[in-house]
């Protein structure tokens, strides 16, 4: 088992990516968390075994409406996540007036 830091460019913000990859990562029983960046990229870690993750990272171009520029991966140590969440960002500055 390893744990990836998968960062993710594009159009993957406010088109249903995150529930998507949880939906895949949960299909695949990998476990970790999905996040949106302020800086308009998705942030994912995601823990199973290599093979499985290759799977998943090659799954996430799946996800309907999002249009994927760009996927960089970082090997963490392992770390342990009971399942796969989805973390709200709460207290985003909002840029609109």
Request: charged fraction near 30%; aromatic fraction near 6%; charge should be positive.
């Given at each position: 088992m390893i744990t990836l830091e998968i960062?993710?460019?594009?159009?993957?913000?406010?088109?249903?990516?995150?529930?998507?990859?949880?939906?895949i990562a949960t299909n695949l029983n990998v476990t970790g968390t999905v996040m949106n960046l302020p800086n308009g990229k998705v942030q994912i870690f995601a823990a199973s075994d290599p093979i499985i993750l290759e799977k998943f990272i090659s799954m996430l171009y799946s996800c309907p409406r999002a249009v994927i520029r760009e996927i960089k991966t970082n090997e963490l140590t392992m770390q342990n996540f009971e399942d796969f969440s989805i973390i709200k960002n709460e207290g985003r500055i909002s840029t609109s007036l």
């Open positions: 960062l993710i460019s594009g159009r993957v913000q406010r088109v249903g990516f995150r529930a998507c990859v949880r939906r």
